[in-house]
């Protein structure tokens, strides 16, 4: 009888094109699945990837050959989903379209200084990513937010604020003052001329157009009727305040789109009838936020991170089981780039990121790229190992692949054993028919090794050192994975691991060991997830505004009626998608933030529809405290969800009812295909281990380690203690945890100091986080004006997180001060804090908080410290300001605390705190702060910062031991101190280094720098000026702060910042001096400038750098109770080799600017200008960096005060480069009805006359003004020098030695801009500070 042939069914085809492999999983009911895994780009063999993927697997499911230069009927397809990386590639490459910027005026640099921060702390060649548009149109227009005090009432306003501007209603009743309309007359001749110049594709960015689109919609209507055929709205892409983050989502939008649309068009040509409305083939692509939408609503912006998105898709559905309810971290490592995020039941999305370092407000999953990847080059610098961040890439690949390349992380697993090499495609080679190259390997890892033994007197084998460097890797992969669960106060050890990604399965096991966890789920598909994710996922569109009300039973209507509206605009879309209304669910999400801070918590519909207890809850989970506030709504956002008709059959239970339900069959010892000798840091040798095909082993067998599973894809390595249980979807591993290997802590192991490097480095970088999370001012949450560090028993540095440059080793002092004073009388809990540079203070607005971390065995020993520093910008002082530029003595300048106990017995001394605010304002001419409750809530969260650190501490000690832990810690100064002492002797002949720098009162910086040939040096400061009757003076901890950070940079590696740096420094600074003034002293403004003066002088003496602008030009405005107060970037100096970056903050600081959106709500001024002061950099064969301009006026009247050094004196130039452009402030005033423009002394302050909310008016000769409400504040920051002289050849050939001298070669690629592909939450916090 003859056997029925089941006919063929429709092909339902995913596609992931990642950066190296384009996979392609396909599945009809006739014949099951079929995978293909092609090289993404080939073009010998084919023009498109996923097009001749689509063709290979129609040829296996048809059994029909088909041409590739034919084009591809799609009637045997059903469905097309794809993930690209066509536009994350454009990105990174900068190769979209052509596009031209349309801003408000005096913006047109805005996007291109960005938040003025520079990428990497410690780089001399600053390099700032470049950005997308290629031109700028300004608009002359403005609206501002209504000030909040007379939102209500226009009756409160002065005459004098209700003159400038008209009353107008924004989105969703949002008052507004509308300033200036838009001329379309003007823009339409802008815009003409830049479409007669070819462009094609603008982007329209005006400030505040979240919260009053009109003017963009005037604008885009003009372009769209002029014929521009891509126009990119920012109000419409994404509704949310911050011009920077939203101007780089448009430009994205418009440089991406046209390249995604074209991309498409090819593709679609590839396919008959070009993939048309009428066709029954529906093609999907897999947007950022983790849905599809139909290709034709494809976008550039929803596009970055299309293929990452499909692998969170894939292992939220095959490995996070509701039976067991354990939340999941994914675990995506491919050769170019490993991944990480986390799904807890729910997608958790991030609004606004950095990618390519273009920043960008999307709805986007958080995925976090955290390394480069089995690709990731493995170095021995500064007796550490080091694992990337450079990548060999694809060309020339890991050394293995026989093209050259260096030792990379996939080395290190061939040369265990946890690669087989005979299962591996043959393809390498000139021939390319050759398999991987293990004897160049050998080799390599053998040199190696023999360096490594020389320099440290170890005997390690090189087996060890392979070992050694896998556990680097992981350790550092470690980091933000622990960031990424417990910053949210999850566990990290409550989850299991999810694993896919080519080079995955070999570090899954061991990574799950380092993090605590105990089970490793790894889906059949796993190298092939992000492809079988699409066949997963669901259609959504995600639709949000702005909605600016106190959230409340009062508000209910009003939040019903706009949900309503959001899902009926997401039901239309969806529908037009071919979506049936029955398939669609939605999502209710609120934004909401506590009045007066800028923490907002997306919070999910709860079922019992109480959004303020869902916030409440998850503010108190992550930052451990709730404010006694009223809650406010920012955005009002609904998710329509078009639930995908299909699921993965084991999605209801990925692995429990398998694990309940399979019998455990041990593996017969005789399915293994072959054996290889596998190295174990738990055996200490080679072993031969067993290699199984998962194809032959039945669901339900254990598989006992060591050993390696396979199939085509590959590849999972099983430790010793790992235990596989083989299901009918999935490979689940119980990682069986057990006692840590002993470590002995009398010898310092080169592995285990890089491992305790991480460790210690991540602490401080977590209590970083929590204190950017938790506190409440714009200081530390927005511009980052903080720094956090541990400390030995002795009060040393061990490890400080580089937030702040002047911050660095300059806490060690303030530890030391409070460690001496207290000795023997603190107990477990004790918090303290203080601020004053008698007690290792830098100035008063820094105040420190500090926690002794006792021995949890032995209360009366402390084994460790920790402490937060972070600037405050209100506690008092003369006229209210805690920065005034006129201060002579130090109780003029706020709140000055030597030490105090802030919490003890858990409970927090606010009467102390008050007491202290208000003996500020007890003397002449001084004011208490105004805000003390900011103050307060602040060191709330350094005090959570330093219990993060504490707990951490305790839980390192658990692991290790405290004898092991404190042994490393130890060791790790010592390698600082050796690194600094290398490079010193370098520089031995060239001693004494000899500089001064003059400020521009006339005082002088004098420095001697003496070179001994063991590489220790005096820092001599003798012949710099008295002590200044002014407030430029500095404390010594600040003297060494600028001598750490100079150090590290000419390093030039990632040395731990801890006190070895300074432990063969001898700093001489003669008392009396403005660098060791008297105790009563002022020193506000010395932080800021003298500080900056002190990096010139040393970078001077070295001859590294032309000058810098050598100021932070602290800027502040008051009135009545608050403050609005920031530093503004300037130029950056020159040197041999590179061009000095313009607006950006310079050496000692790196903190924010705030932006104009955030400013302009937060107080009552309008930032009209902030643009870059083009030719104000020196010149030279390498030019200096460019200043800013940066213009504010007053919409109330006002106190404003500006300080500002390099207005006499410029930055120098070296090597016969030009000196920079000096700086500049001026004042825009009305007198007798006429404009005139006055330029300040270099140190001013405004001060209106006597108004009517300040009690008290201190008129200082000469430095008194009038700052009246529609006056303008312009500050020029200054210019860089210049390097070399110009057009010189001989100087050519004189900087190229000086290069080769003062940046080392292994510095060079640092040069090079390099991107993470992915920065979700974990970046809030690092893309804007560098770290280690």
Same mark, same amino acid.
């Given at each position: ?77 059903? $469905? ?74 226009q009756s409160l306003a002065p005459a004098s604020y209700s003159a400038h501007g008209e009353l107008v209603e924004g989105v969703n009743g949002a008052k507004m003052r509308l300033f200036k309309g838009v001329d379309e007359a003007e823009v339409m001749r802008d815009l003409q001329g830049v479409y007669d110049e070819g462009y094609r594709s603008i982007a329209i960015v005006l400030v505040h157009s979240y919260l009053h689109p009109v003017h963009e919609k005037t604008v885009e209507r003009i372009a769209r009727k002029m014929g521009f055929t891509h126009i990119s709205v920012s109000s419409d892409l994404q509704a949310m305040i911050n011009l920077v983050s939203r101007g780089g989502s448009a430009t994205a939008d418009a440089y991406l789109t046209p390249e995604v649309t074209r991309y498409l068009q090819g593709f679609a040509a590839g396919f008959k009838g070009q993939l048309r409305d009428d066709s029954d083939c529906r093609v999907s692509f897999m947007q ?162 023999? #360096? ?32 990424? %669960? ?72 009003? #939040? ?18 071919? #979506? ?8 209710? $999400? ?145 990682? +069986?945890? +057990? ?49 956090c560090a541990i400390f030995g028993p002795d009060a040393a540095l061990v490890a400080n997180a580089p937030n702040v440059p002047v911050h660095l080793g300059s806490m060690q002092y303030a530890v030391e001060y409070q460690a001496a004073l207290h000795k023997g009388q603190l107990r477990p809990g004790d918090i303290l804090v203080s601020n004053r540079p008698i007690a290792g203070g830098t100035h008063l607005p820094d105040l420190t908080v500090i926690q002794p971390v006792f021995d949890q065995d032995d209360p009366t020993e402390i084994v460790f410290w920790v402490a937060g520093r972070g600037h405050h910008g209100d506690i ?83 692991? $290790? ?25 370098? &520089? ?125 030009? $602290? ?5 009545? /109770?608050?403050?609005?107060?920031? %530093? ?48 104000? +950099? ?28 390099? &207005? ?8 016969? +480069? ?44 000469? &430095? ?32 190229? /030695? ?35």
């Amino acid at each position: 009888m003859p056997v029925a042939v089941k006919p063929l069914g429709k092909v339902k085809i995913c596609i992931d094109r990642g950066g190296t492999f384009c996979d392609v999983i396909a599945t009809s009911e006739s014949k099951g699945d079929h995978l293909v895994k092609l090289l993404s780009v080939d073009p010998q063999h084919y023009p498109d990837a996923p097009r001749e993927g689509v063709r290979r697997v129609l040829e296996w499911f048809t059994d029909t050959q088909i041409p590739r230069d034919q084009v591809i009927d799609t009637s045997h397809i059903e $469905y097309l989903r794809m993930g690209t990386t066509v536009a994350t590639n454009a990105l990174l490459e900068r190769k979209g379209e052509r596009c031209a910027l349309v801003i408000t005026k005096g913006f047109k640099d805005g996007l291109e200084i960005g938040t003025q921060t520079r990428p990497h702390l410690f780089e001399l060649a600053i390099k700032k990513p470049d950005v997308l548009y290629s031109k700028v149109i300004e608009v002359d227009e403005r609206v501002a937010p209504e000030w909040f005090e007379f939102e209500q009432d226009q009756s409160l306003a002065p005459a004098s604020y209700s003159a400038h501007g008209e009353l107008v209603e924004g989105v969703n009743g949002a008052k507004m003052r509308l300033f200036k309309g838009v001329d379309e007359a003007e823009v339409m001749r802008d815009l003409q001329g830049v479409y007669d110049e070819g462009y094609r594709s603008i982007a329209i960015v005006l400030v505040h157009s979240y919260l009053h689109p009109v003017h963009e919609k005037t604008v885009e209507r003009i372009a769209r009727k002029m014929g521009f055929t891509h126009i990119s709205v920012s109000s419409d892409l994404q509704a949310m305040i911050n011009l920077v983050s939203r101007g780089g989502s448009a430009t994205a939008d418009a440089y991406l789109t046209p390249e995604v649309t074209r991309y498409l068009q090819g593709f679609a040509a590839g396919f008959k009838g070009q993939l048309r409305d009428d066709s029954d083939c529906r093609v999907s692509f897999m947007q950022s936020d983790g849905a599809l939408c139909d290709y034709r609503r494809f976008t550039g912006l929803k596009a970055i991170l299309s293929g990452p998105a499909g692998g969170v898709v894939g292992f939220a559905k095959t490995s996070y089981d509701p039976l067991d309810g354990s939340p999941v971290i994914g675990f995506d490592m491919g050769g170019t780039s490993t991944d990480v995020s986390r799904y807890g039941g729910s997608y958790e999305h991030v609004f606004e990121t950095t990618t390519a370092g273009v920043t960008i407000q999307t709805p986007q999953l958080d995925i976090n790229t955290v390394a480069a990847g089995g690709g990731s080059i493995l170095f021995y610098r500064n007796g550490l190992f080091l694992v990337g961040p450079e990548s060999a890439g694809a060309h020339p690949g890991p050394a293995c692949y026989r093209k050259g390349g260096p030792l990379t992380v996939t080395d290190a697993n061939v040369f265990l054993g946890r690669i087989h090499v005979d299962s591996f495609p043959k393809i390498f080679g000139p021939t390319e028919d050759m398999p991987l190259d293990y004897d160049i390997v050998k080799t390599k890892f053998e040199d190696l090794t023999k #360096i490594i033994n020389q320099e440290t007197g170890s005997s390690l084998t090189a087996a060890q050192v392979a070992c050694g460097f896998i556990n680097v890797a992981n350790t550092a992969m470690a980091r933000p994975i622990r960031a990424l %669960t417990e910053q949210r106060g999850f566990r990290t050890s409550a989850h299991n691991l999810a694993c896919f990604g080519g080079a995955g399965g070999q570090h899954a096991c061991a990574l799950a060991q380092v993090l605590g966890m105990h089970n490793v789920v790894i889906h059949k598909y796993s190298s092939l997830l992000s492809a079988y994710g699409m066949a997963l996922a669901d259609v959504a569109v995600d639709n949000s505004e702005p909605f600016l009300l106190e959230y409340g039973p009062q508000a209910s209507s009003a #939040i019903e009626a706009r949900f309503q509206a959001l899902e009926a605009e997401g039901r239309g879309q969806l529908v037009a998608q071919g #979506i049936a209304k029955s398939r669609i669910k939605y999502e209710r $999400y609120l934004n909401l933030k506590y009045r007066g801070s800028d923490t907002k918590i997306m919070i999910l519909q709860p079922e019992t529809n109480d959004f303020a207890k869902a916030f409440e809850e998850q503010h108190k989970r992550e930052f451990a405290f709730n404010l006694d506030s009223a809650i406010d709504i920012e955005n009002i956002r609904v998710r329509a969800v078009g639930l995908a008709a299909e699921q993965d059959d084991a999605s209801a239970s990925p692995f429990v009812q398998d694990l309940e339900t399979l019998p455990s069959i041990p593996v017969d010892q005789t399915a293994s295909f072959d054996t290889q000798a596998m190295f174990f840091e738990e055996v200490g040798k080679f072993t031969e281990a067993p290699l199984f095909r998962l194809e032959d082993l039945a669901p339900g067998t254990v598989v006992q380690g060591p050993g390696i599973l396979l199939d085509k894809t590959q590849t999972i390595v099983l430790h010793p203690q790992n235990v596989a249980r083989i299901l009918n979807n999935c490979v689940y591993i119980d990682v +069986g945890l +057990g006692p840590r290997a002993v470590i002995d802590a009398t010898v310092v192991d080169p592995i285990q100091l890089s491992i305790f490097s991480h460790r210690f480095m991540g602490i401080a970088e977590q209590m970083g986080r929590a204190l950017q999370k938790t506190a409440m001012s714009v200081q530390i949450k927005e511009r980052l004006d903080f720094s956090c560090a541990i400390f030995g028993p002795d009060a040393a540095l061990v490890a400080n997180a580089p937030n702040v440059p002047v911050h660095l080793g300059s806490m060690q002092y303030a530890v030391e001060y409070q460690a001496a004073l207290h000795k023997g009388q603190l107990r477990p809990g004790d918090i303290l804090v203080s601020n004053r540079p008698i007690a290792g203070g830098t100035h008063l607005p820094d105040l420190t908080v500090i926690q002794p971390v006792f021995d949890q065995d032995d209360p009366t020993e402390i084994v460790f410290w920790v402490a937060g520093r972070g600037h405050h910008g209100d506690i008092g002082g003369l006229d209210g300001n805690s920065m005034p530029p006129n201060s002579t003595e130090a109780w003029q300048e706020g709140v000055a605390i030597s030490s105090m106990i802030l919490v003890r017995d858990g409970q927090l001394n606010e009467e102390g705190l008050r007491k202290a605010f208000e003996q500020a304002g007890s003397f002449p001419g001084c004011l208490p702060p105004r805000q003390p409750h900011v103050n307060i809530s602040d060191l709330k969260a350094k005090c959570s910062a330093c219990a993060i650190g504490s707990s951490q501490i305790h839980a390192l000690f658990k692991e $290790y031991g405290k004898e092991v832990v404190q042994h490393y810690m130890g060791a790790i100064r010592n390698n600082a101190e050796i690194a600094v002492r290398e490079l010193l002797k370098t &520089r031995v002949k060239e001693s004494p280094l000899i500089a001064e720098e003059y400020m521009d009162d006339g005082a002088v910086i004098s420095l001697r720098v003496d070179i001994a040939d063991d590489g220790s040096a005096t820092f001599d400061f003798t012949g710099t000026s008295l002590e200044t009757y002014s407030n430029l003076n500095i404390p010594p901890a600040v003297v060494r702060s600028a001598i750490m950070y100079c150090l590290r940079v000419l390093v030039a590696a990632d040395i731990p910042m801890n006190a070895g740096v300074l432990e063969a420094i001898n700093v001489v600074i003669p008392p009396g001096t403005m660098l060791r003034p008297s105790d009563d002293a002022a020193v506000s403004s010395g932080n800021t400038e003298t500080s900056q003066r002190c990096v010139d002088v040393i970078f001077k003496a070295f001859q590294t750098l032309a000058g810098s602008q050598g100021t932070m030009n $602290y800027t502040a405005l008051d009135y009545k /109770e608050w403050c609005y107060a920031e %530093t503004i970037c300037g130029g950056a100096g020159a040197g041999p080799g590179w061009h000095g970056q313009a607006a950006t903050h310079v050496h000692m600081s790196n903190t924010r600017i705030c932006d104009v959106e955030i400013a302009e709500k937060r107080f009552p001024l309008l930032v009209r200008e902030f643009s870059i002061r083009r030719g104000s +950099g020196g010149t030279g064969q390498y030019k200096g960096g460019d200043g800013v301009i940066r213009e504010y006026e007053a919409r109330v009247d006002m106190m404003a005060s500006h300080i500002g050094e390099r &207005r006499v004196v410029p930055a120098y130039g070296l090597h016969g +480069g030009k000196p920079g452009g000096k700086g500049a402030t001026f004042w825009k005033r009305k007198i007798n009805g006429e404009d005139r423009v006055l330029r300040t002394k270099p140190a001013c302050s405004f001060n209106v006359q006597r108004p009517e909310w300040q009690t008290v008016v201190t008129v200082f000769a000469n &430095r008194s003004y009038r700052l009246s409400a529609g006056e303008r504040f312009v500050i020029h920051t200054p210019g860089a020098g210049g390097y070399g002289l110009p057009d010189d050849p001989e100087s050519l050939s004189n900087l190229a /030695e000086e290069a080769a001298r003062v940046v080392p070669k292994h510095a060079a690629k640092s040069f090079q801009a390099a991107y993470a592909r992915a920065n979700g939450s974990i970046a809030s916090f690092t893309s804007q500070q560098e770290t280690q």
